[in-house]
């Protein structure tokens, strides 16, 4: 038996802590690919979604309508982004008034200097890009290619046949195609 979102928010706020599991499986790529869209950075997506997760356990009773589970965890995880910015507005400030770390110093042994800023500006080049799209195109791209979500878990979180999301991804795709030939040099 397949049970609804509101089903698992009321056990959930019950107590029951393999409702909430289930909820998490059911948002969890989605939360990160929304994250990663605004951050960029995969380590911090997934730091995020953690603690945007654990949020929401501790305030699981604050819901009062479970059919708004989704909106109210997505402003929870939105919340959670502009704090961690807060935070590191902060230590770079005061870091900044402190002598230099020789840490910042140490070379990364690996790529080339080049090659790492040549790979670094192609994924902000088409970050942005997707960042762009409609917000019909972009989520299950997100979902489908960064966040490997396969077509059934993309169509039940989205609320799309597997026909409709096939055909967004096939627009979708051809818009970032369009867009990042007009965005190269």
């Not at 609804?4 to 009321?10: N, P, R, T």
């Not at 917000?135 to 396969?150: F, K, N, Q, S």
């Amino acid at each position: 038996m397949n049970e609804s979102d509101e089903a698992l928010v009321l056990r959930s706020q019950q107590g029951d802590r393999s409702a909430f599991e289930e909820l998490v499986r059911r948002t969890a790529r989605v939360v990160f690919t929304r994250l990663y869209l605004e951050t960029g950075d995969v380590h911090k997506a997934e730091d995020l979604a953690q603690e945007a997760f654990l949020v929401a356990w501790r305030s699981i009773r604050q819901v009062t309508d479970p059919k708004g589970f989704r909106s109210w965890l997505f402003s929870i995880a939105h919340s959670a982004m502009v704090d961690a910015h807060r935070r590191e507005a902060r230590k770079k400030r005061s870091a900044s008034r402190e002598p230099g770390d020789a840490l910042h110093a140490v070379s990364d042994p690996g790529a080339a200097p080049d090659a790492q800023v040549q790979r670094e500006e192609s994924r902000q080049r088409v970050l942005s890009v997707l960042r762009s799209l409609p917000e019909e195109y972009r989520v299950p791209i997100m979902l489908r290619y960064l966040g490997g979500a396969d077509y059934d878990t993309i169509g039940q979180q989205l609320g799309l046949t597997n026909g409709s999301l096939r055909g967004l991804l096939n627009r979708g795709m051809a818009r970032l195609r369009a867009e990042l030939k007009g965005h190269e040099l």
